[in-house]
């Protein structure tokens, strides 16, 4: 039975309409929405679904009359590609907004500003912060965080810190499946584009492809490799050595999809077909993922629900620091998918040679 829009009808929308949509109890929702911890992940999946659905939208100023229990939140986040941060952002509000707590975001650059936003947030009274990639593996940043003695929650750590709770996914695993995939498809020269060295998640991206390859009793070599560092535009440089040193792969597989995306460029401007001559795969499963042709494959990491469960632990740590409760650090690991697409296919049944 589909559900009309109760926004457009004039209608507003309650958390009774949440539960009857849902198919639970409005105490549930209230749960969900206030970010309590008793309650099952797929019935809070149901929820937030009927919530978007809705477009329902918690009366926050009753709520904050009704309580003094407003949490502020900072979410300090660094040099990332547009599309990584927008799904980060986009997952933080959304939950934010659910949960009535208050977002305050900071931008640094460098070691220096990382001390000092955190800083500054401290002293404007935030709670706790959010850390995403390249912070949550930054030395620094986390220890001006226990400095501080508020708590924080990582996102997107490839190996998160102890001592702190975490969001992830398993990029080892993730990788290695990538890998497996193209394996499966008969292609044995897989070169493999490297991110961010600062990131943890890099390194175990490349464990997994190496894993992969170890497994299939495939050797990778030098000139198997390059560096690139998230960027479209390392991904242009780091593609193009991989297509001009002689190593004449099959197939590229990048660590996220800009990187990807910038591989396809190059293939292209050599005229080689994606992916008659050349299969490429990508890492995040970001928008840009289907707006290039042909739509790419992909490791889907979850980003915005990742940012979502991120402001969520960080609330239920705040609230119960309140209350005089001591919660030990959870590291929520979260499901990662590959997504097959048009970007990948068959191994060629001979080489083909590209132009410089």
Same mark, same amino acid.
């Not at 969001?167 to 493999?192: C, P, Q, Y």
């Not at 991206?205 to 000139?223: K, P, S």
């Not at 707006?291 to 979502?308: C, D, F, K, N, Y």
């Given at each position: 039975?589909?559900?009309?829009?109760?926004?457009?009808? &004039?209608?507003?929308?309650?958390?009774?309409?949440?539960?009857?949509?849902?198919?639970?109890?409005?105490?549930?929702?209230?749960?969900?929405?206030?970010?309590?911890?008793?309650?099952?992940?797929?019935?809070?999946?149901?929820?937030?679904?009927?919530?978007?659905?809705?477009?329902?939208?918690?009366?926050?100023?009753?709520?904050?009359?009704?309580?003094?229990?407003?949490?502020?939140?900072?979410?300090?986040?660094?040099?990332?590609?547009?599309?990584?941060?927008?799904?980060?952002?986009?997952?933080?509000?959304?939950?934010? !907004? /659910?949960?009535?707590?208050?977002?305050?975001?900071?931008?640094?650059?460098?070691?220096?500003?990382?001390?000092?936003?955190?800083?500054?947030?401290?002293?404007?009274?935030? $709670? &706790?912060?959010?850390?995403?990639?390249?912070?949550?593996?930054? +030395?620094?940043?986390?220890?001006?965080?226990?400095?501080?003695?508020?708590?924080?929650?990582?996102?997107?750590?490839?190996?998160?810190?102890?001592?702190?709770?975490?969001?992830?996914?398993? %990029?080892?695993?993730?990788?290695?499946?990538?890998?497996?995939?193209?394996?499966?498809?008969?292609?044995?020269?897989?070169?493999?584009?490297?991110?961010?060295?600062?990131?943890?998640?890099?390194?175990?991206?490349?464990? &997994?492809?190496?894993? &992969?390859?170890?497994?299939?009793?495939?050797?990778?070599?030098? %000139?198997?490799?390059?560096?690139?560092?998230?960027?479209?535009? !390392?991904?242009?440089?780091?593609? +193009?050595?991989?297509?001009?040193?002689?190593?004449?792969?099959?197939?590229?597989?990048?660590?996220? $999809?800009?990187?990807?995306?910038?591989?396809?460029?190059?293939?292209?401007?050599?005229?080689? $077909?994606?992916?008659?001559?050349?299969?490429?795969?990508?890492?995040? $499963?970001?928008?840009?993922?289907?707006?290039?042709?042909?739509?790419?494959?992909?490791?889907?990491?979850?980003?915005?629900?990742?940012?979502?469960?991120?402001?969520? /632990? /960080?609330?239920?740590?705040?609230?119960?620091?309140?209350?005089?409760?001591?919660?030990?650090?959870?590291?929520?690991?979260?499901?990662?998918?590959?997504?097959?697409?048009?970007?990948?296919?068959?191994?060629?049944?001979?080489?083909?040679?590209?132009?410089?």
């Amino acid at each position: 039975m589909a559900h009309k829009n109760t926004r457009r009808s &004039g209608k507003v929308v309650t958390i009774r309409d949440v539960a009857r949509h849902a198919g639970v109890s409005p105490m549930t929702v209230s749960r969900v929405i206030n970010s309590e911890t008793n309650v099952r992940e797929e019935t809070r999946a149901k929820v937030a679904k009927s919530i978007k659905s809705l477009r329902y939208s918690p009366n926050l100023a009753a709520r904050s009359l009704a309580s003094a229990d407003t949490v502020h939140i900072g979410f300090l986040y660094a040099n990332s590609t547009a599309s990584y941060l927008s799904e980060l952002l986009l997952g933080s509000l959304e939950q934010s !907004s /659910l949960s009535g707590c208050q977002l305050v975001l900071e931008r640094c650059d460098d070691l220096e500003t990382e001390r000092k936003s955190i800083q500054r947030m401290v002293a404007g009274g935030v $709670d &706790g912060v959010i850390l995403p990639a390249p912070l949550c593996d930054s +030395e620094d940043a986390l220890k001006t965080v226990v400095l501080a003695k508020i708590p924080a929650v990582l996102v997107t750590a490839g190996r998160p810190a102890p001592y702190f709770s975490a969001v992830s996914v398993n %990029d080892f695993e993730a990788a290695r499946e990538m890998t497996r995939h193209l394996l499966s498809l008969g292609h044995k020269r897989i070169a493999f584009i490297n991110g961010h060295p600062g990131h943890s998640a890099s390194a175990e991206r490349f464990r &997994g492809f190496m894993e &992969g390859m170890t497994e299939a009793g495939l050797e990778v070599g030098a %000139d198997q490799v390059a560096q690139g560092f998230f960027t479209y535009r !390392s991904g242009l440089k780091a593609a +193009e050595r991989l297509l001009t040193n002689g190593f004449s792969p099959t197939a590229i597989f990048a660590s996220n $999809d800009e990187m990807a995306a910038a591989t396809m460029f190059v293939a292209h401007r050599k005229d080689l $077909d994606v992916p008659a001559h050349l299969s490429v795969a990508g890492f995040d $499963d970001t928008p840009l993922a289907t707006m290039i042709w042909p739509e790419l494959t992909t490791v889907r990491r979850p980003i915005s629900e990742m940012a979502r469960e991120a402001v969520r /632990l /960080l609330i239920e740590q705040v609230r119960a620091r309140r209350s005089g409760k001591a919660l030990m650090p959870e590291h929520k690991i979260m499901n990662f998918t590959l997504v097959k697409r048009g970007s990948s296919a068959r191994a060629p049944a001979t080489k083909r040679l590209t132009k410089a």
